[in-house]
């Protein structure tokens, strides 16, 4: 962790509990389990998130580098040991994708030289409209 900015335990200790703990993200409770007071925690945890800001995100980082290879072996388990065929199939696409093998999609247009702009501009915009993927959560 860079430290320039951290002057002493304390602190170092919100930062860590921040990013990785059961309280990451709630600034009030790091800061109560770093050892603040209860009756300031909330002006401090804001305070010290903001401080530490580019600590914080330096430490997310790290941690979600070291965290990687538990994601890849889940992925793995899934893809080896799914019982449902349609979770492994899933499983084994996005290994494949994260590995640089993922389907090309090839849209060919002939006649273009005789379209004209307006013409040229509607087939664009019908192929783009086609390629879109709809991320929205469904409704539980």
Do not use: H
């Not at 449902?84 to 899933?90: C, D, F, Q, T």
């Not at 084994?92 to 994708?97: A, G, N």
């Not at 273009?112 to 991320?135: F, G, P, T």
């Amino acid at each position: 962790m860079n430290t320039d900015l951290v002057r002493n335990d304390q602190q170092a200790e919100f930062i860590q509990l921040f990013v990785g703990s059961k309280w990451a993200g709630n600034a009030t409770q790091c800061a109560i389990q770093a050892g603040y007071s209860e009756a300031t925690a909330k002006q401090k945890g804001y305070a010290l998130k903001r401080k530490f800001s580019s600590q914080i995100k330096e430490e997310t980082a790290k941690l979600i580098g070291d965290s990687a290879s538990l994601g890849l072996k889940g992925i793995l388990d899934i893809a080896q040991n799914a019982t449902n065929e349609s979770v492994k199939l899933a499983a084994c696409k996005d290994l494949l994708d994260r590995a640089g093998f993922n389907a090309v999609n090839q849209i060919e247009i002939g006649g273009m030289d005789k379209m004209s702009d307006e013409e040229l501009q509607a087939e664009l915009e019908k192929y783009l409209k086609a390629n879109v993927i709809d991320v929205t959560p469904e409704a539980v």
